[in-house]
């Protein structure tokens, strides 16, 4: 009769569902798909320490073409990601004015880097054809 007694008690006793531990794993799948969104944006430069500006302006309604350039604060100079010479950076240039004639190049400057190298750079740009050059900046919070 122990048996029988037992088989009773489970069948008076309903089946629920928690609702706790569903939300949690809710939860869990709306920060994963959050944090993969962010990490989603495309970063075509290296990461520098932007100089601040109150002016700076978003260029994303442009569809222009663009390269990449980027000073980091020992001077050196990257093409989207990958670091160049004098040399590769005039044939990148040539190259990028033959494929776009109303491209434009992006120049992400360290703020720390000298004055004297990011206007090296930007010589070095004018000098092989390509007129229009934007700087990065971070934007600055208005008083």
Same mark, same amino acid.
């Given at each position: 009769?122990?048996?029988?007694?037992?088989? @009773?008690?489970? @069948?008076?006793?309903?089946?629920?569902? +928690?609702?706790?531990?569903?939300?949690?794993?809710?939860?869990? /799948?709306?920060?994963?798909?959050?944090?993969?969104?962010?990490?989603?944006?495309?970063?075509?430069?290296?990461?520098? @320490?932007?100089?601040?500006?109150?002016?700076? +302006?978003?260029?994303?309604?442009?569809?222009? +073409?663009?390269?990449? /350039?980027?000073?980091?604060? +020992?001077?050196?100079?990257?093409?989207?990601?990958?670091?160049?010479?004098?040399?590769?950076?005039?044939?990148?240039?040539?190259?990028?004015?033959?494929?776009?004639?109303?491209?434009?190049?992006?120049?992400?400057?360290?703020?720390?880097?000298?004055?004297?190298?990011?206007?090296?750079?930007?010589?070095?740009?004018?000098? @092989?054809?390509?007129?229009?050059?934007?700087?990065?900046?971070?934007?600055?919070?208005?008083?």
């Amino acid at each position: 009769m122990p048996y029988g007694r037992w088989r @009773n008690k489970m @069948n008076a006793q309903k089946a629920r569902v +928690e609702m706790i531990p569903l939300m949690d794993c809710m939860f869990l /799948l709306l920060c994963f798909f959050i944090y993969v969104t962010m990490s989603m944006v495309v970063q075509r430069g290296i990461f520098v @320490n932007l100089a601040k500006a109150q002016t700076g +302006e978003s260029l994303k309604e442009e569809k222009k +073409e663009s390269l990449y /350039l980027t000073v980091n604060q +020992e001077g050196k100079v990257f093409a989207d990601k990958a670091p160049v010479s004098e040399s590769e950076l005039l044939q990148r240039l040539r190259q990028f004015r033959q494929q776009h004639k109303d491209g434009m190049v992006v120049l992400n400057a360290d703020k720390g880097t000298t004055h004297e190298k990011v206007m090296g750079v930007l010589d070095f740009v004018r000098q @092989n054809g390509i007129g229009e050059v934007v700087f990065t900046v971070e934007p600055e919070s208005k008083p």
